[in-house]
């Protein structure tokens, strides 16, 4: 049985960022271990309103300074405002999603809801400061289109935090989560999603033209009966003058006395149902059809990764064998047919062994007992055993048949691998090192990714892979610099553990973009007494090709790598710039590092 947080957690990540969640934390996590602020940035601006809120989460509590001003801010907000029975949020500080904290990205959105009018003046006070670098960016500000869109997530979200909140722990009392509670929890969830998805899928009847509709418009005509209910005049309605004409998300105050705690006498006329349907707490209406596709496609993500976890999948050992699955498994050989045997006879066929066909090539599998074959299968290809299950099933039960001893007729032709097993053998890692390398060797440019040809050859030799293909310019680029800069990680060690002195070469040519390129090689001997060769640095050369600039280059890519005291000699052409640099060079080092000779 599966861990029920678990499945929650699934299913709002899948509602959040897709099929490939773990990729897009990954490449997050990596750009932060490496300190690349601004490509984080735009790596979560992708993932639309979500995104920046979480740049906007992430540049208050960067530093403690920010921090400490966000409260001075809140409680400037909460002195001018009134309140009689609603609780402070001054105090309240803005939430962090990460990846190991379930729902989390949930508890960000909720948190910032009930607190935009703060955040909102802390960023109206901080596009006032003079340092750029003090300001965050102004593609990372919320519009009120974007709020509404935090509000509807919030909406979907919610019954998934309440769920993970009250089945979490040791069951006790009959509930908080027993069996019964998580049965009935899965079913709810799944109605919660089937109300969402059959709400949502009416975006597709509507015309584009409704794109272009005034957003005065669109807001007037909103449901009038959304969070009218069980609601009070709240404070977060009430903006300095600064905000009049903005538009703010009215989140529902936890402190508010829900139904449940009202008298039995009134609670008939001041209750409602039990449950609100989407229709009736949705904000569709008022959303650009940009933002309703997003979410509709969220909300199909959500429920499909819920129905998947919902299903009852039968135990490998349970699952029937027939001997056509073991033909579209297996392939049946005889290593040592016609050798000869010890008593110089010629082996008709001699041992037996089962080569799985759908095992990935450099971990092949193959076994001569035909039951760890059969446990093998069940193992690891269960789709392709209940592929075959269901073919089986198909078929009139009435009829039987005796097992016919002649092999199957699809046993003669070579069975396609399933698009699981495809996806399994493709590596993305080995794929990416394969384009960088030809975009680079080849000086191909950068939108080459994009070329259906290219798209074309790589799907021709795995056809299920279509996802997983790298069709973005931009995305090269990244995967190229971190490459080299992986490159330059290794190469610096390797240098620094020569046995010999490492050698110079230069050369200063123009780019066909007419950019000045100075390239610097160089050659040594490793610790293996092997000569090597590598490419240093390709610095630009602007405004000036004088000697004593690629002087400069030559010397910050010496410090860069460490080398200044294992120069030797430097290779040239008869350029007499190349004279000067020398002269620079050498100076330059006799100056930093104390190196004297200056006949090198």
Not at 173 to 185: A, C, K, N, Q, Y
Not at 322 to 344: N, Q, V
Not at 455 to 461: F, G, R, Y
Not at 467 to 474: G, I, K, N, Q
Request: with cysteine; charged share 30%.
């Amino acid at each position: 049985m599966r861990c029920y947080g678990h499945t929650l957690n699934l299913v709002a990540r899948a509602f959040l960022f897709g099929k490939d969640a773990d990729s897009f934390e990954l490449e997050s996590d990596i750009n932060s271990m490496r300190g690349l602020v601004e490509q984080d940035q735009d790596h979560w601006r992708t993932k639309g309103p979500i995104g920046k809120l979480r740049n906007i989460v992430k540049f208050i509590r960067s530093l403690p300074q920010r921090s400490e001003q966000f409260k001075r801010t809140a409680r400037e907000q909460d002195y001018e405002g009134y309140r009689l029975c609603e609780e402070s949020t001054a105090e309240l500080e803005v939430v962090m999603n990460n990846e190991t904290r379930w729902n989390s990205t949930y508890m960000m959105i909720e948190r910032a809801l009930r607190k935009q009018t703060e955040i909102r003046a802390f960023l109206f006070a901080i596009q006032e400061e003079e340092n750029e670098a003090r300001r965050i960016p102004a593609d990372d500000i919320l519009s009120s289109e974007d709020r509404r869109v935090l509000g509807e997530v919030n909406e979907i979200l919610k019954p998934i935090y309440l769920q993970t909140m009250r089945t979490q722990g040791w069951g006790k009392s009959d509930s908080h989560g027993r069996l019964w509670e998580v049965l009935i929890g899965m079913e709810y969830l799944l109605e919660h999603f089937e109300d969402w998805k059959v709400f949502y899928s009416e975006v597709a009847a509507e015309t584009v033209g409704e794109t272009h509709l005034d957003a005065a418009e669109r807001i007037t005509t909103a449901p009038t009966n959304f969070r009218e209910r069980n609601s009070r005049p709240s404070r977060v309605r009430r903006l300095p003058a600064r905000f009049d004409e903005d538009e703010v998300y009215a989140l529902l105050q936890r402190s508010q006395p829900t139904r449940f705690i009202e008298p039995l006498h009134s609670r008939a006329e001041y209750s409602t149902a039990e449950k609100r349907s989407a229709s009736e707490t949705s904000q569709k209406s008022t959303l650009l059809a940009d933002h309703r596709a997003y979410i509709r496609a969220s909300i199909n993500n959500g429920w499909k990764k819920l129905n998947d976890r919902s299903q009852t999948r039968a135990s490998p050992d349970d699952l029937p064998f027939e001997s056509s699955s073991f033909d579209a498994i297996f392939r049946t050989t005889h290593p040592e047919k016609a050798k000869l045997g010890p008593s110089g006879k010629r082996k008709t066929s001699g041992r037996v062994m089962y080569e799985c066909l759908h095992c990935p090539p450099d971990s092949p599998w193959s076994n001569g007992k035909r039951g760890n074959a059969i446990y093998h299968a069940k193992r690891k290809h269960t789709s392709i055993l209940q592929t075959e299950a269901s073919t089986v099933d198909e078929h009139d039960s009435d009829i039987i048949t005796r097992p016919s001893k002649q092999p199957r007729m699809d046993s003669f032709f070579p069975s396609r691998p399933s698009d699981t097993t495809l996806r399994r053998v493709f590596n993305r890692q080995q794929y990416i090192e394969s384009i960088v390398g030809l975009l680079t060797r080849r000086r191909l440019p950068f939108s080459a990714v994009k070329w259906d040809e290219m798209q074309d050859i790589i799907l021709a030799c795995n056809p299920a892979i279509e996802d997983l293909l790298l069709t973005s310019r931009d995305a090269a680029m990244r995967h190229i610099t971190t490459t080299f800069d992986l490159y330059r990680s290794q190469l610096k060690a390797k240098l620094q553990a020569s046995v010999s002195k490492i050698h110079l070469s230069t050369d200063l040519w123009t780019s066909p973009h007419r950019h000045g390129i100075l390239a610097v090689c160089v050659r040594w001997v490793d610790n293996s007494y092997r000569l090597q060769k590598a490419l240093l640095a390709m610095p630009e050369c602007r405004y000036s090709h004088s000697g004593e600039r690629q002087a400069t280059l030559m010397a910050e890519a010496i410090e860069e790598y460490g080398i200044a005291k294992q120069i030797g000699y430097h290779t040239g052409d008869n350029a007499t710039s190349n004279d000067t640099c020398l002269k620079h060079l050498s100076q330059m080092l006799q100056d930093k590092y104390g190196i004297c000779d200056l006949e090198r």
